[in-house]
């Protein structure tokens, strides 16, 4: 037999007094008619752990109706982007504007918007 066996049945009860010492608070706390302060903490820490999940939520929601793929009107290059959102094209640097799901350049007032179209010369001889 080892003398010293008797120290190696020793548990570790640290945490077990921080448990007793909470349950207890509560108990006193619910015996005096303060059980409406243990409610309210409860209550707290829930919302504490509900409210990132509903924010994640809403999160996606708004992003599902507002991020929107379209192609630029001068270089057709394809990209998303949020609605009502000014930008520049990734590609040909045009300033955009993201509106009802397409997107449109931003021009000054007054200024038209022209389409070259290549013609074949003919030259005429003498």
């Not at 409610?39 to 992003?63: C, D, N, Q, V, Y």
């Not at 630029?72 to 009802?100: D, W």
Request: aromatic residues 12%; proline residues 6%; contains cysteine.
């Amino acid at each position: 037999m080892n003398p010293n066996s008797y120290k190696n049945l020793q548990l570790n009860l640290s945490g077990f007094s921080f448990w007793l010492t909470l349950f207890a608070v509560v108990w006193l706390l619910g015996s005096i008619g303060l059980g409406w302060l243990v409610k309210s903490f409860f209550i707290l820490i829930g919302l504490l752990l509900i409210t990132p999940a509903i924010a994640f939520l809403a999160f996606r929601w708004w992003l599902q109706r507002n991020l929107v793929e379209d192609h630029c009107p001068v270089c057709s290059y394809s990209f998303t982007a949020i609605n009502g959102m000014q930008l520049r094209c990734p590609n040909c640097s045009e300033p955009l504007k993201m509106e009802k799901g397409h997107f449109h350049r931003l021009t000054p007032p007054g200024t038209v918007d022209v389409e070259a179209v290549e013609v074949s010369a003919r030259q005429i001889e003498d």
